[in-house]
């Protein structure tokens, strides 16, 4: 591949990160656009990058003549997803190059076929299918059509592997459902930004830690190109008059102001002449000081899987921590399970043999909430059902100390409603812990209207001291998680009810071609399709005909007993056994 010539014609966020591969794995390149300051932009990014060398070896060049790609052996078309640009382009590159040279298209969703026809030479043309700008180490596919010849695909092939592009294998139209779920979940995540309902960093921050995924929205839309993305959601919105891919009125205004991302050194975040973001632009807005009154005693309310898991965390972060449980069984049960996770710990190497035993005599146990009445911090965490959680914290309000901060570890239901009763708002606020507790790096602080600074200051250092990162949000359901998180589920259901589409090929497609930990109906079946179907409800309640809605097919299954691995059953195993028709969350 060193002794090849190869052409990139569109030099966006993908056809630039293309050039970037194409000359590391020694080709010799031609870039073209037609866009002058594009080509000066890439120019001196490219140099940026090389400390000025990156042209000596092996040759690249910058131009705006098509005619410069006459001795390209292979060229990659990489301009707008547009089906009149593309074809019109690969026709002229068939009047251009010699007719051994092979074409690879970029199109995410555009018939491969027509494009092929349209290239004068289908059997020399094939796609290459990439869900997100590729990287080394990334994934990519190459897609041929049935007049496609066999040295033509191997030619492809042998490129993309010089490049360092693994084969993703994602199905094509599953390929562009997913494309079409992410499109829905980063416009969700734009119009949060312009709300101001939390800071772009911030969302960011939780989806990364909350859900394991590999770049947050914000930061994936300044990677796509905010010109793309909108692109992209206009023509999904024109396609199918669904409303939740019009594009945010935010990604309208950054495309008129030329604010496209990482391409043009602003997006949501600010960008260096390497395309590196520049440091202080993805930092989390955080609170707290280390002033703050230090907490020596937690208490924790609760003995189910996520009570057990934050007192772990409590008492290996060095914190006299005390787990009250409804009976002696229960907290005898509670710490028996604690131990064993500690052992556990111990054996994957996560804490020391000294550090498990220093955590057992932080921890004590009890039954009876006197027990919590020197804490200097109660966490709340019982089930989701706000009656009890409100009985409780009137009793904490009676039981615990003037000053001591109360907090509640709800994920769907608003933490007003839930720690009023305790009669010391400016003392009460959210803590959101993700399962597991003792492994999730992220903690939701939800603070409400009348949560005091010092809450807030003393919150964010108690988090900082178990090892987690705590996102600030408003009291608003769903945090910041949960509001992005299921209406993308859901919106992934609905797709089984209205498209002959396969959930195991979506699921692939998440997962190898944008690097989602899990797909949507292993993470829903993970979670459990009751939990989500009881998180939709609240949400549609609280915004409602804004995408919450619970799906019908997931009522179903519910209705069915079909939980998830839970039950042994859930969306991967049980489409035939139903009719359509008839982030781990804490």
């Known amino acids: 591949m060193e002794e090849a010539v190869v052409g990139v014609v569109g030099l966006g966020t993908v056809g630039e990160a293309l050039l970037g591969l194409l000359n590391e794995a020694g080709c010799r390149v031609v870039g073209v656009d037609r866009d002058l300051d594009v080509l000066a932009r890439v120019e001196q990014r490219l140099k940026a990058r090389g400390e000025g060398g990156a042209f000596d070896q092996p040759p690249l060049a910058l131009t705006s003549d098509i005619g410069s790609l006459a001795g390209a052996d292979f060229v990659i078309e990489a301009v707008d997803e547009d089906l009149a640009v593309k074809s019109g382009l690969l026709h002229r590159l068939h009047g251009v190059c010699a007719d051994s040279a092979v074409f690879l298209t970029t199109t995410a969703s555009l018939p491969l076929f027509r494009l092929a026809t349209a290239s004068r ?31 033509a695909i191997g030619a492809a092939r042998e490129l993309t592997t010089a490049l360092g592009l693994e084969p993703a294998a994602v199905e094509a139209q599953a390929g562009r459902f997913a494309t079409g779920l992410v499109h829905a979940f980063v416009n969700r995540a734009a119009v949060m930004v312009a709300q101001g309902f939390v800071a772009a960093q911030d969302i960011d921050t939780a989806m990364r830690l909350g859900c394991g995924l590999p770049s947050g929205p914000l930061q994936l839309i300044d990677e796509l190109g ?105 907290a005898d049960a509670a710490l028996a399970f604690i131990e064993k ?18 955590a057992l005599t932080c921890l004590t146990t009890a039954d009876d909430m006197v027990a919590l009445a020197d804490c200097d911090l109660v966490i709340e965490a019982v089930a989701e059902d706000l009656p009890l959680k409100r009985s409780l914290f009137a009793r904490l309000g009676r039981v615990c100390r003037a000053g001591a901060l109360l907090a509640t570890t709800t994920s769907s239901l608003p933490v007003a409603a839930c720690t009023e009763p305790a009669g010391r708002p400016e003392d009460t606020l959210g803590l959101h812990f993700f399962n597991p507790a003792p492994v999730m790096k992220l903690v939701e602080l939800v603070r409400t209207p009348a949560t005091g600074e ?26 910041i998680v949960n509001h992005l998180l299921f209406p993308y589920l859901a919106d992934a259901v609905r797709l089984l009810d ?20 899990m797909g949507p109906y292993t993470l829903l079946d993970s979670i459990g399709l009751d939990v989500s179907l009881a998180i939709l409800r609240c949400l549609d309640t609280e915004f409602p005909k804004s995408g919450y809605e619970p799906p019908v097919l997931v009522e179903e299954l519910v209705d069915q007993g079909i939980l998830g691995r839970k039950s042994g059953r859930g969306i991967r195993g049980a489409r035939e056994r139903v009719s359509p028709g008839a982030t781990r969350n804490g």
Do not use: N, W
């Open 226 to 330: 905010v010109d793309e993305v909108h692109a992209g959601l206009t023509a999904l919105c024109e396609r199918t008059g669904d409303s939740r891919y019009r594009p945010a009125p935010l990604l309208s205004s950054m495309l008129d102001r030329g604010t496209l991302g990482r391409k043009s050194g602003q997006g949501f975040y600010r960008y260096d002449d390497t395309g590196r973001r520049i440091a202080g632009s993805d930092t989390p807005h955080t609170h707290g000081s280390s002033a703050a009154a230090p907490l020596e005693h937690v208490g924790v309310l609760g003995s189910g899987t996520m009570a057990r898991g934050i007192a772990e965390a409590c008492a290996v972060a060095g914190f006299r921590t005390t787990l009250v449980a409804r009976s002696p069984e229960k």
């Open 121 to 151: 030479r289908p059997e020399r043309t094939v796609g290459l299918r990439l869900l997100r700008p590729p990287a080394a180490g990334g994934r990519a596919d190459v897609v041929p059509t049935s007049l496609t010849s066999g040295d």
């Open 498 to 517: 209205e498209h002959a589409v396969d959930a195991a090929d979506i699921d692939a497609a998440m997962e190898r071609g944008f690097g989602y930990p």
């Open 341 to 358: 996770s500690l052992a556990k710990a111990v054996r994957r190497g996560k804490v020391t043999p000294a550090g498990r035993a220093h």
């Open 454 to 479: 010092r809450a807030v200051d003393v919150a964010h250092v108690f988090c900082g001291a178990l090892g987690k990162v705590a996102v600030g949000c408003p009291d608003r359901a769903g945090f």
